[in-house]
């Protein structure tokens, strides 16, 4: 610890980044490591190295290891332990392996092997290439699939590929037809493992005339699995999450909702399953929540400092109520939860009410709303206010009654955070009076509104600069944003593709946002019931910044591309 305090290669702002997980989630460094990026995880192994004792080496630089050498470990041990053979002596095996310190590990190997193993520490996204480029990608659902007795084309199902007519989507195989329990229930965890494996928030089954397509939700974007089940494999699957989901199998006319809580080897999701019918038969959609994801802080989320500083005194007022606007799927509960990290302490009582809970949080009384039992949004935050709270988060308002007992909350000391769908900040506050609340009511309880959409970062490994024409320069209005000196050499970035990002030039995802807090003109204007757009203008004209504008300079400091940045905003 006291090495990476006294490095010079790495930056203050990342040794605080890690030294706050560490200290949040109580992980080791060796563990923090695919959260870092590349240049971080290298300068921190070279650390760890020296102060090991133990040799780093870079596998994108080494040379393949040859093909004798890697029979000295079979190959089910190297992709379990992750540790792969790179360097050989007369008696000893030097291996790149995740964690060099494990000595159980380390002494197995060395069993296998017959000869003293020398540990060596690597990078965790590297050993992965490097176990590839060695042994061949390992395509786990392609072999569930094989040995469920499917036959595969590239992308299609294995009932055109053998030419043979699939069933109508009502009649069901016959026995001889279907594949076995235990083939189905390996097909099913391989497709929903591989999608916590590869980060997705969505996983779609969707049934076509003659295929049964997988396709995977990931920062944002689909993707086709190259290798999905057979057609004739359709019904067993659907019937399969149908009975972990708790839903009814017989029923394939009607859509069904059910939730199946789900432990990997080393996470817990929960799964939101969604079915839906069509002419060829169930589409299924699956949200796929990381229960045991770490909450992100105010200062991971992606606000820029001047807005993380207004928006972090708000957050510490006593009542009143902010608001989290976007579409499905843009990150909302990320920033609430991050606004509770900052007010979470002893000396206050914070209950939500979630649709589901995504993300757990010590001290925090947390509830799901579960309409079928009459706990409704509304019903619910009734129950709340007779709790004795002091922070109270409503996942979504979504009634004139929800948001009149979200409002009197606010209005009777109570910090109140929520979410709507609205496109911007401002029409936050015509989405309410729509609903029925008393523009008034509004406008004495608002703090803030935060309007936010999530934009794909680049890969920062493979990310190619360019400088833009003097006409999109002029387009963009970057002299509103950036001072006159830097307008001379602006420099965006593109997306390019290598390794590391699986040749998608992008890796994860960050926030844009534009933060509204009334002022009493404003404030005069909405119990006027003044237009959304005229709110939004005066708001321009006190200094806010739009979606837009915040992506463009997230753009410019080479986050993300420009066309990310129009791709989730419209002015």
């Known amino acids: 610890m006291d090495r990476l305090k006294a490095s010079t290669t790495i930056s203050a702002a990342d040794q605080f980044r890690v030294f706050d997980e560490k200290r949040r989630s109580g992980k080791r460094f060796l563990d923090l490591l695919p959260s870092l990026s590349l240049g971080f ?18 596998l994108d630089a080494h040379a393949a290891p040859d093909p004798e050498l890697l029979k000295a470990i079979p190959e089910k041990l190297i992709r379990h332990f992750k540790a792969l053979p790179i360097d050989r002596t007369a008696d000893t095996v030097t291996v790149a392996v995740a964690d060099p310190t494990d000595v159980v590990v380390v002494d ?52 055109r590929a053998s030419g043979v007519k699939p069933a109508p989507v009502s009649t069901a195989m016959s026995v001889d037809q279907a594949p076995s329990t235990a083939q189905t229930v390996e097909v099913v965890n391989t497709i929903i493992e591989k999608a916590v494996e590869t980060r997705a928030s969505d996983i779609h089954l969707e049934p076509t005339a003659d295929a049964f397509r997988v396709r995977y939700r990931v920062d944002g974007v689909l993707y086709d699995y190259e290798s999905p089940p057979p057609k004739s494999m359709e019904a067993s699957v659907i019937s399969r999450l149908k009975i972990m989901a708790n839903l009814d199998i017989a029923e394939r006319r009607l859509p ?30 699956i949200r796929v929540l990381d229960m045991g994801g770490s909450v992100l802080t105010l200062e991971q989320i992606g606000l820029i400092p001047d807005l993380e500083k207004k928006f972090e005194r708000l957050v510490h007022q006593a009542y009143g109520m902010i608001l989290v606007t976007g579409p499905t799927g843009s990150g909302k509960t990320t920033t609430l939860y991050a606004a509770l990290g900052k007010v979470n302490s002893v000396e206050r009582h914070i209950i939500t009410l979630e649709d589901p809970v995504e993300y757990r949080m010590e001290r925090v009384r947390q509830s799901q709303v579960d309409p079928k039992s009459g706990l409704t949004f509304a019903r619910g935050l009734r129950s709340i206010m007779r709790q004795d ?14 948001a009149q007992i979200a409002i009197q909350a606010a209005l009777t000391g109570h910090l109140v955070f929520s979410t709507l769908h609205t496109n911007d900040a401002a029409a936050a506050m015509t989405r309410l009076m729509d609903m029925g609340v008393e523009p008034f009511l509004i406008s004495s309880s608002v703090l803030c509104v935060v309007a936010q959409r999530l934009v794909r970062q680049l890969c920062t490994s493979c990310r190619k600069p360019y400088q833009p024409d003097g006409a999109l320069l002029k387009r963009l209005k970057l002299d509103e944003l950036l001072p006159s000196e830097k307008l001379s050499k602006v420099t965006f970035y593109d997306h390019a593709g290598c390794g590391r990002c699986k040749q998608t030039g992008y890796q994860g995802r960050a926030g844009i946002f534009e933060v509204l807090v009334p002022n009493d003109e404003m404030r005069r204007m909405i119990v006027r019931k003044d237009s959304a757009e005229a709110i939004r203008k005066v708001a321009i004209q006190q200094g806010m910044k739009t979606l837009q504008q915040d992506g463009l300079l997230k753009a410019f400091h080479g986050f993300t591309t420009l066309d990310e940045v129009f791709r989730v905003t419209q002015e």
């Open 41 to 58: 995880q290298t300068e921190l192994l070279k650390l760890m190295s020296e102060f090991y004792e133990i040799p780093f080496v870079d």
């Open 108 to 159: 197995r190997l060395g069993q296998y092997a017959k000869c003293e193993i020398i540990p060596a520490f690597a990078s965790p996204e590297a050993l992965d290439r490097a176990i590839d480029r060695a042994l061949g990608p390992l395509d786990t659902l392609g072999q569930a699939i094989k040995g469920a007795g499917g036959t595969q084309a590239k992308g299609v199902g294995g009932d």
């Open 256 to 285: 069904q909702d059910g939730r199946i809580p789900y432990h990997t080897k080393d996470k817990e999701v929960n799964l939101r399953i969604s079915t839906f019918p069509t002419i060829y038969g169930e589409n299924v959609v």
């Open 389 to 402: 709270p002091d922070v109270i988060m409503v996942g979504e308002i979504r009634d004139l009654e929800t």
